[in-house]
Nanobody, 124 residues
C-alpha cells in the first residue's frame, strides 16, 4: 500500500486542521492506520490510531482535541485536530500495518508502511 499524507499548514493556537492519509494499492480498511509526529530534536511519538475494527486510540496529550476517522469509500484516514497548541507543532506522518497487535499499536517501529510527512505549525 502507498500512503499520501496532506493537510498540514500554519494555524494560530486554538485553530483547527484536518490531515488526510490517502491510500492506494490496497483497501485501507484492511490496515490499522496511525498518525505519528516528530518535532525537531524529538523522537517520533504516537498521536492516534484506528484499527481494522474501527477501534481508536489516542495519546493522552491529544485526547479530546483530535479525532481519527476512516472513509472506506475514499480509501482515506483523517485526523481532525481542534484546539491546536504550539506544542502540537511537528511533522505528522501516517503509517499502516496489516497485522499489528493491540500492544504494538502505539509503537512506530511496528508499522510497515509510512507516508511522507506533512508539516503542522501552530503559532502562539
Amino acid at each position: 500500500v502507498q500512503l499520501q499524507a496532506s493537510g498540514g499548514g500554519l494555524v494560530q493556537a486554538g485553530g483547527s486542521l484536518r490531515l488526510s492519509c490517502a491510500a492506494s494499492g490496497r483497501p485501507i480498511r484492511t490496515y490499522a492506520v496511525a498518525w505519528f509526529r516528530q518535532a525537531p530534536g524529538n523522537e517520533r511519538e504516537f498521536v492516534a490510531a484506528i484499527r481494522r475494527t474501527g477501534h481508536t486510540a489516542y495519546a493522552d496529550s491529544v485526547k479530546g482535541r483530535f479525532t481519527i476517522s476512516r472513509d472506506n469509500a475514499l480509501n482515506t484516514v483523517y485526523l481532525q485536530m481542534n484546539s491546536l497548541k504550539p506544542e502540537d507543532t511537528a511533522v505528522y506522518y501516517c503509517a499502516a500495518d496489516e497485522g499489528i497487535i493491540l500492544s504494538s499499536l502505539r509503537r512506530s517501529s511496528a508499522y510497515d508502511y509510512y507516508g511522507q510527512g506533512t508539516q503542522v505549525t501552530v503559532s502562539s
